[in-house]
């Protein structure tokens, strides 16, 4: 991968999966990303964190309008976040996400923002889902076969 970053609307070519299973995916604070003192505000890496993911399920095969259109839904149960370093309006970053595990319907998520050149970490994280029968609103105990596969190798 370059280091760097395409402008917004061509960020999907700068996502790739690395060998040790992290996810990678590029992004770039614009001023709409950031607090008056121009440091990207701290929702903002949430929104990328979840951008990140939707897309790896996206390249993995699952697709998030798929897991809807079945009643499937994956709300985050449980979030852990620590802010390292601010990331400023102007600069670029790659987003890292990997499942760390399945444990029967439970997905647990990493996340790193770290700079282009991977010296700097401006936010870890880890995130907790599970898939929510969206009519009944209750967890689902089984996901569909299909999906389940797919995301086992995530786990892998």
């Not at 985050?76 to 370093?85: C, G, N, P």
């Not at 029968?133 to 076969?145: T, V």
Request: negative net charge; contains cysteine.
């Amino acid at each position: 991968m370059s280091s760097e970053i395409k402008p917004y609307g061509t960020l999907q070519a700068n996502t790739h999966i690395t060998s040790d299973r992290w996810f990678e995916y590029g992004v770039h604070a614009y001023p709409n990303h950031t607090d008056y003192s121009g440091a990207v505000w701290h929702g903002t890496y949430l929104a990328w964190m979840e951008e990140a993911r939707v897309d790896y399920l996206r390249q993995m095969g699952v697709s998030f309008a798929d897991l809807v259109e079945l009643g499937c839904d994956l709300p985050v149960v449980d979030l852990t976040i620590r802010y390292h370093r601010a990331l400023r309006m102007g600069e670029s970053a790659i987003v890292r996400a990997r499942m760390q595990d399945m444990s029967g319907v439970r997905m647990t998520w990493d996340y790193e923002i770290q700079s282009l050149d991977r010296q700097e970490t401006y936010v870890s994280a880890q995130v907790v889902l599970v898939p929510v029968d969206r009519d009944k609103g209750k967890i689902m105990r089984r996901l569909p076969a299909n999906i389940q596969e797919a995301l086992m190798k995530l786990a892998q």
